[in-house]
């Protein structure tokens, strides 16, 4: 049982690190922090809260491993190389594109219900 807490505590200490260090990080917490407080605003159904939070989870996830693979990337490579580059760049993409996912559903969920509470107004 030791060994599982031990776990949750290096998990956190994680996604404490990224916190505090990784700007684009921050940016989408305060993101999922939106997200979260205009799906309970407009009420939004508990299928929609499913895409939702599968979003914001690939999101943050991918992320997180942007970070780790920059960290490792740096640790292995300090100085330039093209390749280590490569890397950086290709992780950074699909965080891009996992980012790209949930705006495009959150647009999907969101919109309308913005819309119509627009129109009502």
Not at 108 to 113: A, S
């Amino acid at each position: 049982m030791r060994k599982l807490f031990k776990s949750f505590k290096y998990a956190f200490q994680g996604l404490s690190y990224a916190a505090k260090t990784q700007l684009n990080f921050r940016i989408h917490l305060c993101a999922t922090a939106i997200a979260l407080l205009l799906g309970w605003y407009l009420r939004i159904s508990t299928n929609d809260w499913l895409w939702v939070t599968m979003s914001i989870a690939l999101v943050l996830t991918a992320e997180l491993l942007n970070t780790a693979i920059e960290i490792l990337t740096d640790m292995i490579s300090p100085g330039w190389n093209e390749k280590a580059g490569h890397v950086k760049d290709v992780s950074a993409a699909a965080v891009t594109i996992t980012a790209f996912f949930a705006i495009v559903a959150g647009c999907v969920i969101f919109l309308p219900k913005l819309i119509a509470l627009f129109y009502a107004a």
